[in-house]
């Protein structure tokens, strides 16, 4: 069982930045594909970004390339979703997924762990 919680939203004008983190439990966190995603209302949830367990690869969506950076700290258990150059685009609630494969994963439905999700909105 992994429990994964997020934190590090909030408001914040067009072309700002945010960080958020997710908190994973488990003891074999490093070798965990962990992910981002958001749900805007009325749409569908949308893979962001995702990184790999042992060598970690990175993968982000194009709408976000360039823009916003996925890293992880294993002695910590954390992984983060750096945004900068924000747009009200980027509104909507954050979730970070994890999966036990430790490939990259970037489809929602691959990952079997969520987090309760976070609140991004991006103020024109």
């Known amino acids: 069982q992994v429990q994964l919680v997020e934190s590090g939203g909030g408001l914040v004008q067009a072309g700002g930045s945010l960080r958020l983190s997710c908190a994973a439990s488990?003891?074999?966190?490093?070798?965990?594909?962990m992910g981002w995603f958001r749900q805007a209302p009325g749409k569908e949830r949308e893979f962001v970004a995702a990184t790999s367990g042992i060598g970690s690869s990175t993968y982000y969506a194009d709408s976000v390339k360039g823009r916003f950076t996925i890293s992880r700290d294993n002695a910590k258990n954390t992984v983060y979703l750096q945004m900068s150059s924000l747009k009200p685009e980027d509104t909507g609630v954050y979730y970070c997924?994890?999966?036990?494969?430790?490939?990259?994963?970037?489809?929602?439905?691959?990952?079997?762990?969520w987090g309760q999700g976070t609140q991004v909105t991006v103020s024109s």
């Open positions: 488990g003891r074999t966190f490093s070798s965990y594909t």
């Open positions: 997924a994890a999966d036990l494969d430790g490939s990259i994963r970037l489809h929602a439905r691959l990952y079997g762990y």
